[in-house]
């Protein structure tokens, strides 16, 4: 695509005589010169549906002589975007990180700006602080592109679904590790040369660790457990598990028992011991039946299950990441905030923090399936089976290692017991419960190894 220079006061054919929306850009890097191509592109489009012109009055990015594409006047360019939000009625934050992304933001609300950001560590550590701050101002704050990129899933979240009583929010919201693991499952790569090839590819960052730690996912998961449950939710109160340990081996023997595995963002409204209500949010592998609907996210695509009281069960798919389809959520938020500048209105404000409480990560109940290698002597299975249920563990199937398994036993000694890999997969039950069992399991005679631990989900 030809690069064309963006001009200070982008045309706008379809526009009114009404006076110009001033937009300010913090960030021109993968997702902001997205922005500044559909600023310009469909400038006369934006204008007829806000009603007024968009004028882009500065982009403020780190370095200000970078080549930049599309083009950007140099004139719009700026270092200093302090001073850049103060004379803006919509400012647009795609800079990322947490400083000086908040207090930019916050200067923004208090000159009276609306502000549009696609930050979701930011939200996720100190999203109130935003929220509030904007409320107090009442001015428009909007974060589509902050979970599941181009994906419409924030705004039905936070006003369609306000009416209902969301009980569940399940899905993959990070398609660097859904492109891995996928990879993985296709072709038998490693997990690290599936990262490899996710870097080369530019979905995961040069240091892929928000991604495959699963700090990317668990702020996406803190941000829509706040609005799903109208109460804060913090990056911190998720329970999180990345990828870094599932293996080549994991994955075909998922496949060999009709599961796929996926990197899984869980938010529950249950009841805590004390009988009191609360939510419980965590990100972790899990493997999920070849029959779900999540199986079949492929690539670095996306998916994510609401399930309300009234409305059901509800999907949201597509694509999560990438400069083009975020910024196709960030477009959608500026015409929002402008349409507010130039009709009035105001978008939906978060100021009933509080209510709920986040339950610790072993009140959550899941399943679990159990690969381990035991002496293949009589009475293994029956002292197994036994620690599962002293702790209150219902097994819903046991299998055996066929021959031709492809993960092979430990090697025994010659005098050794033969080695049988044991398969098991319980019925629900409480983390904590589950965790303990496995414990127990490790601890026994005949236990040569426990080879790997997966929850189960979406059965
Ligand atoms: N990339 C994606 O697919 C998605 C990203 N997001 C979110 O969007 C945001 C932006 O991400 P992305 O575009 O990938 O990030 P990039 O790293 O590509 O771009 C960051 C931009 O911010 C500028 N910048 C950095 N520090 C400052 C500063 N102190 N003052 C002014 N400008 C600064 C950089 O300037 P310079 O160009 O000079 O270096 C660059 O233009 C993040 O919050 C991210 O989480 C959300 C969904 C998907
Ligand atoms: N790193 C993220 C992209 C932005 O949200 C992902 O892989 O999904």
Request: charged content about 20%; overall charge negative; glycine content about 8%.
């Amino acid at each position: 695509m030809t690069a064309e220079p963006v001009s200070p006061t982008s045309p706008a054919p379809g526009a009114t005589d009404r006076p110009a929306v001033r937009v300010a850009l913090l960030g021109c890097g993968v997702v902001g010169s997205e922005v500044v191509r559909l600023l310009t592109t469909q400038a006369s489009d934006l204008a007829a549906r806000v009603g007024a012109p968009l004028e882009l009055v500065g982009v403020a990015v780190r370095d200000v002589d970078a080549p930049r594409d599309p083009v950007v006047d140099r004139a719009l360019l700026t270092a200093d975007a302090e001073a850049l939000v103060a004379k803006a009625d919509v400012v647009v934050e795609v800079v990322g990180g947490i400083e000086p992304a908040r207090g930019l933001l916050l200067r923004a609300i208090e000159h009276g700006a609306a502000v549009v950001t696609a930050n979701k560590a930011l939200l996720a550590e100190d999203g109130p602080t935003l929220y509030q701050a904007a409320d107090a101002a009442a001015v428009d704050l909007y974060f589509e592109a902050a979970v599941a990129g181009a994906i419409p899933l924030v705004r039905p979240v936070r006003e369609s679904l306000t009416g209902d009583r969301v009980h569940r929010v399940l899905g993959i919201v990070n398609g660097t590790t859904n492109y891995v693991l996928d990879r993985m499952a296709t072709d038998g790569l490693e997990l690290a040369d599936a990262v490899a090839e996710a870097q080369a590819l530019g979905y995961a960052e040069a240091d892929p660790t928000a991604d495959v730690e699963g700090f990317d996912a668990a702020a996406k998961a803190a941000i829509l457990a706040s609005l799903a449950f109208h109460t804060r939710v913090s990056i911190d109160d998720v329970d999180r598990q990345g990828i870094m340990q599932i293996t080549a081996d994991d994955v075909a023997w998922a496949a060999r028992t009709g599961h796929v595995i996926k990197l899984l963002a869980i938010a529950d409204r249950r009841t805590g011991e004390d009988g009191a209500e609360g939510v419980q949010v965590r990100v972790h592998p899990a493997l999920v039946p070849l029959s779900h609907p999540l199986a079949g996210v492929r690539g670095a695509f996306n998916a994510v299950f609401v399930e309300a009281d009234a409305a059901g069960e509800l999907m949201f798919y597509g694509r999560g990441a990438g400069g083009a389809p975020t910024a196709s959520a960030v477009l959608g938020d500026v015409v929002s905030a402008a349409r507010h500048r130039v009709h009035g209105g105001r978008g939906p404000a978060e100021s009933w923090y509080a209510a709920l409480p986040v339950l610790p990560a072993e009140s959550a109940r899941t399943r679990y399936q159990v690969r381990l290698d035991v002496d293949d002597r009589p009475g293994v299975l029956a002292h197994v089976s036994a620690v599962l249920a002293e702790h209150g563990v219902s097994i819903e199937a046991v299998r055996q290692t066929p021959a031709d398994a492809p993960a092979e036993p430990a090697v025994e000694a010659d005098d050794a017991p033969g080695v049988a890999r044991l398969v098991i997969t319980t019925h629900e039950a409480p983390e904590a419960a589950l965790a303990a069992t496995v414990a127990a399991i490790r601890d026994l005679d005949a236990v040569r190894e426990v080879v790997s631990v997966l929850r189960v989900e979406g059965a």
